[in-house]
């Protein structure tokens, strides 16, 4: 069933509550397994099916909507059309197609193992801040979480605890599909533009803030903000949009040889 609510509804409560929120005290944040036990379904679905729609702005570009697209088997990220400008994500293979129709290219980026060690010490720290008066999501509430890396906030995110836990963690093993890449780009970095949390958030701990259910609101230190506009937990979808442009040509930072087209095209039946 498709669950759409209000964005001004929702973000007039959560700008009304945002003071509330700040003198509220400061709670433990729970584990990912105490809110998987408190929300588990009574009944399982037989397959994934989520669409998620999110309105983001970035600091000098125009706002925009950005949808997440997730199967048992692919994620897609697009800027909510069906278009050929996407990201593509095999999850059983965990491999990412960067898909260009502008340069008529495919960027291919393979998981691999974060092996890499963080030139400081990183100390996490998580505060979580609930509020009864904030609304509800689809029956979840919404908690304000803060997470913090030596003291700095990194992340900021109201997130409705335990929804979509299936959109979840698809979208936490894409990023940490990406955070493979990001520890080896992050070598060549030099020691004075190296962040603490820049190198938490896409290399460390990139699915941090994902533990603890659907972010409904989210910002981060660069200014990057997306807030949550609609979703769909019964998506219709169609399979061709899991489809790679047979003709566009693959390659990858660091190789040239890159799995062909037809490993990310789905099963027809």
């Known amino acids: 069933m498709k669950k759409i609510f209000s964005l001004i509804f929702i973000i007039t409560m959560l700008s009304a509550c945002e003071q509330q ?11 990912a397994e105490d809110i998987a036990l408190a929300t588990k379904p009574a009944t399982k679905k037989a397959s994934t099916r989520i669409a998620l729609v ?10 925009y909507e950005s949808r997440i697209i ?11 059309n069906d278009g050929r400008e996407f990201v593509l994500v095999n999850r059983k293979d965990k491999i990412v197609y960067s898909v260009s129709e502008a340069n008529d290219n495919i960027l291919v980026v393979k998981h ?3 092996d890499l060690k963080s030139p400081i010490e990183l100390y996490p720290e998580i505060v979580r801040k609930p509020d009864e008066n904030a609304p509800q999501i689809d029956g979840r509430d919404l908690v304000h979480y803060v997470f913090k890396i030596n ?6 995110a109201t997130i409705a605890e335990g929804l979509l836990t299936e959109a979840t963690t698809a979208i936490a093993e894409y990023r940490q599909i990406l955070a493979g890449q990001h520890a080896i780009t992050f070598q060549s970095t030099p020691a004075d533009l190296q962040n603490a949390c820049d190198m938490s958030m896409h290399i460390f701990q990139p699915d941090r803030y994902l533990k603890f259910g659907l972010p409904i609101e989210e910002r981060d230190y660069t200014g990057y903000q997306r807030s949550l506009i609609d979703f769909d937990d019964d998506y219709e979808v169609n399979p061709a949009l899991f489809i790679l442009p047979a003709e566009f040509e693959q390659f990858s930072i660091d190789e040239l040889q890159a799995p062909p087209a037809t490993e990310a095209t789905p099963n027809k039946a």
């Open 70 to 80: 997730v199967t048992d088997e692919f994620i897609r990220l697009d800027d909510n």
């Open 151 to 156: 003291g700095e906030a990194c992340q900021d």
């Open 21 to 31: 929120v700040a003198d509220a005290p400061e709670v433990k944040a729970p584990s």
């Open 54 to 63: 999110y309105r983001v702005q970035e600091p000098g570009v125009d706002p």
């Open 112 to 114: 691999r193992p974060v």
